[in-house]
């Protein structure tokens, strides 16, 4: 369907206007004059038409936000690019990236939400509806600064994305015509960065008041990006001194202006980003975080476990509220939203295709319960990984042993538990050189139920898929859980970081406690550098899986630290103690079997950090429709 000039709904109240209109000339075609045949097409319509009504002015604007797609549900989540996951499956252009082979002419895997493309696709809707609104002929004024606050917002936010990616990029303000020139020189990062800043401002003054429905942009919104934006722009990364001095690819650089800041005051941009946060923070309320002594271990899980769903599961003991959390959201209200995140990450044994499954660096970092760091050469620890740990940990990972659903029908006799079987198990027998007959588990590559599917690493994903037994996981059961674009606990953490920048140690460890205490984690006493450390620990378990990850070892200037460390497994065994007999079907059981774990590499992706990889290349097409474009840094 098309609406004239280049205004694409995908999915909209004018859709069904459309549909409505078409169907009602059908049946009333026998009484219609030759006038109907000079109509405008009834597959288009007109400018005029669109912005003199107020329902298709505002389908125009929700097509904008069409260009969010998914969020971070696609079946190649971002996480893959980060040490928090390991893509299973190769031939995705993931390992273009995560091996450094990344190049204008050869791009690697990208979101929906960050395509170089795509974004400025979305931009020039939100400017088409930006240029029109304000001369628009409906009646409804409250209507109609909705609407452009709406815009204003999902520029920005377009606009933030490029940022984050690309650093400073082309501001185009303005849909351009057919046969205008197109070429225009990036601006600066700072130049950027503050025409983000007053398209948020002017979103927050046109929504002021207004009210939205879930996954709808707001005044509350419109403040969390700003915050969001005002940490990035405070953090070292685009600090061109420090960038320069910890990257030697930018040394040379001579256009550093265009990926950070060249003069102010730092100081200055992390007093302005704590101030925007605690600005949401006193405006709303996150879920859970009045506490002042931690909960329970189970309800710690449960905690983090009802925010993960964000009211999207109706599974025994999550609770609704946890949809508090949410200040900007993926909607769930539309069939183009739907998702089969469980079915694209969960296990094989369960016939779903263990799309992003987490890696041992990411497992590792979850602490014991009393808050000291897991350890592999601590004997006990290696003993029993999975017992004692943050809780958290349960609610984001699945390992062998830990309980999960029912299985599909056609599974269920080889596992009436629903329990994870990533381990190699002892059967009982020997072959005919005397050596232990082992059983692959039903969620390793080697599973009896499919042996194509299943996690390299030994884990899987639990954070995001729905924990209801009544939610299959596979193409006829779509995911109803909303992706997080922003929310609460993210702004907590962006006030405690800028906090500690500007030397406020209490204040920032008061709040990091709350969150751990959310979790059922012991309170942290730590100082300085210390604190610095457990803070960006906090952050990666809080916000795993979240798309943060990525940016933040950016923005840290830590990422060579994490992005070039060798992937990492478990291997597992199960061997049947002295006197003890195997039984079928298997099933966990540590009064049967004695347990070995064994942290072991993941030969799938040669994993590399270079310089260059601060930021990603402008695609070669794009510097070669515009002449004025300059390439990023070491590409």
Not at 37 to 44: D, G, K, M, Q, V
Not at 199 to 221: C, F, H, N, P, V
Not at 576 to 599: F, M, Q
């Amino acid at each position: 369907m098309h609406i004239q000039p280049t205004m694409s709904i995908l999915y909209t109240t004018g859709y069904r206007l459309l549909t409505v209109v078409a169907a009602s000339c059908v049946l009333l075609f026998s009484a219609c004059n030759d006038d109907f045949l000079n109509t405008e097409p009834l597959n288009s319509i007109s400018s005029q038409a669109t912005w003199g009504d107020g329902p298709l002015s505002e389908a125009f604007v929700f097509n904008v936000y069409a260009f969010l797609g998914r969020g971070g549900f696609d079946e190649q989540m971002l996480a893959s690019l980060t040490d928090e996951a390991l893509f299973t499956h190769p031939g995705r252009r993931i390992d273009i990236f995560n091996e450094g082979n990344e190049a204008p002419d050869n791009i690697a895997w990208t979101n929906y939400t960050y395509n170089y493309g795509n974004m400025y696709s979305a931009i020039r809707q939100a400017n088409i509806a930006l240029q029109e609104l304000p001369t628009s002929t409906f009646q409804d004024d409250n209507l109609r600064d909705r609407l452009m606050g709406e815009a204003h917002f999902l520029r920005a936010y377009y606009y933030h994305q490029l940022a984050r990616f690309y650093g400073g990029v082309p501001i185009i303000r303005e849909p351009y015509g057919l046969n205008e020139d197109y070429s225009i020189a990036r601006s600066s990062w700072e130049e950027t960065v503050n025409f983000i800043l007053e398209d948020l401002d002017q979103a927050m003054t046109l929504l002021e008041g207004k009210a939205t429905a879930r996954g709808r942009a707001s005044t509350l919104s419109a403040m969390a990006l700003k915050a969001r934006v005002l940490l990035y722009a405070a953090s070292d990364q685009y600090n061109a001194e420090k960038l320069r001095a910890a990257a030697p690819a930018m040394a040379n650089y001579s256009d550093i202006g265009l990926v950070a800041y060249t003069s102010g005051d730092q100081q200055a941009r992390w007093r302005a980003a704590r101030d925007a946060a605690l600005a949401v923070m006193d405006a709303t309320n996150g879920y859970k975080l009045d506490l002042t002594a931690p909960v329970s271990p189970e309800e710690g899980t449960l905690n983090t476990v009802s925010i993960a769903m964000g009211g999207g599961s109706a599974a025994p003991g999550v609770d609704a509220l946890g949809a508090s959390e949410l200040i900007f959201e993926r909607s769930v209200a539309s069939t183009y939203n739907e998702t089969l995140f469980g079915m694209f990450n969960g296990p094989n044994g369960y016939h779903n295709w263990a799309g992003n499954t987490p890696i041992g660096a990411l497992v590792d970092d979850f602490e014991m319960m009393d808050g000291t760091p897991f350890d592999w050469d601590d004997e006990e620890q290696a003993t029993n990984p999975y017992e004692n740990r943050d809780p958290r940990f349960y609610a984001n990972i699945l390992y062998d042993g830990a309980e999960w659903k029912p299985r599909p029908a056609d599974v269920a006799g080889r596992d009436p538990y629903g329990e994870i079987q990533t381990g190699a198990y002892d059967s009982g027998n020997q072959n005919d050189a005397g050596e232990t007959i082992y059983i692959a588990g039903l969620d390793t590559r080697e599973s009896s139920v499919e042996d194509w599917n299943g996690s390299r690493t030994h884990y899987y994903t639990r954070k995001f898929a729905n924990p209801d037994p009544a939610i299959l996981d596979n193409l006829s059961s779509f995911n109803t859980v909303p992706w997080p674009f922003i929310r609460y606990t993210e702004m907590v953490l962006n006030y405690i970081e800028a906090s500690m920048e500007l030397g406020e140690e209490d204040e920032a460890r008061a709040w990091l406690n709350r969150i751990r205490y959310r979790a059922g984690m012991p309170e942290i006493t730590e100082t300085g550098d210390d604190l610095m450390d457990r803070y960006r620990n906090e952050r990666r378990l809080e916000l795993a899986f979240e798309e943060h990850r990525y940016h933040d070892v950016r923005r840290w200037l830590i990422a060579e630290e994490t992005q070039g460390r060798p992937l990492r497994g478990v291997d597992v065994t199960a061997d049947l103690l002295p006197g003890k007999t195997a039984h079928e079907p298997y099933y966990y059981d540590p009064e049967t079997y004695e347990y070995t774990y064994r942290p072991v590499n993941v030969p799938e992706e040669n994993r590399m950090w270079n310089d260059k990889m601060f930021y990603r290349p402008i695609p070669r097409g794009e510097i070669n429709r515009n002449e004025l474009l300059i390439q990023n840094p070491g590409y």
